[in-house]
């Protein structure tokens, strides 16, 4: 199975600091379609996870340009500039090029 | 609106079944891949299983720590992705999610103990 790798495991940024999480894969996650399927998650304290970026880099709906996703084939990274307490909590990534999908530890951000 | 609600969670002994149901509405049902992903009390977020669409051939994946055990199914004319769970082990204890991939579901907890 792929092991995506988080860094770092937990993040103390202040408000509207920036912040940089690291996924690292044990295979690249390019597909044989050529596309890359490695996503960016955030669940809140009590609350389902939510889309922030698909595919490497693609904001979903209604998230904010303060998140943005990089990378290629085995390295990946999310940014958040800026940051809001609205933006504290885990931040996951998971793959979907292979099979069984599987997602990174999780970063905790929270405030300094 | 897209919606998903999970149901059918609860108290299950160890070696015991129980039956997930995701009841969706707000979306073309049939068109999407479905998930179920699970998340143990306190832990990071584990993926569970996977269903595809009729396009293509509602093939079925799964995490290696369920294969065997847990079987995802769905029923397009109801909207409706279930999550059979047998033999049943308490480390199967957690929140358990339904998702599209881009919306979630709320969550229903298992919990597994005699």
Redo the contacts between chains.
């Keep these: 199975d792929v092991v995506l790798t988080q860094t770092p495991v937990s993040l103390l940024i202040s408000l509207g600091g920036q912040a940089s999480i690291s996924c690292r894969s044990s295979q690249s996650l390019v597909h044989s379609n050529g596309n890359t399927y490695l996503h960016w998650y955030l669940q809140k304290p009590g609350q389902s996870p939510q889309l922030l970026i698909y595919q490497v880099s693609n904001r979903f709906s209604g998230i904010p340009d303060r998140f943005s996703g990089s990378g290629s084939g085995t390295d990946f990274t999310l940014k958040i500039s800026r940051v809001e307490p609205e933006d504290l909590g885990v931040y996951y990534c998971l793959q979907r090029t292979h099979n069984p999908y599987t997602f990174g530890a999780g970063t905790k951000l929270e405030l300094k | 609106e897209v919606k998903l609600e999970e149901s059918g969670g609860g108290l299950v002994q160890p070696g015991m079944s129980v039956k997930l149901s995701c009841t969706t509405s707000g979306f073309t049902f049939s068109d999407y891949w479905m ?1 179920w ?1 699970r998340q143990a009390p306190g832990k ?4 569970v299983a ?1 269903i595809r669409n009729k396009a293509n051939n509602y093939a079925t ?4 720590s369920v294969k065997g055990r847990f079987t995802i199914s769905r029923d397009d004319s109801k909207s409706i992705v279930y999550l059979q769970m047998n033999s049943i082990r308490s480390e199967d204890t957690g929140i358990y ?1 339904c ?1 599209r ?7 229903v907890m298992v919990t597994v103990s005699s």
């Design positions: 998930e992903v990071g977020l584990e993926w996977e994946y799964y995490g290696k999610y998702t991939g881009d919306y979630w579901g709320q969550g």
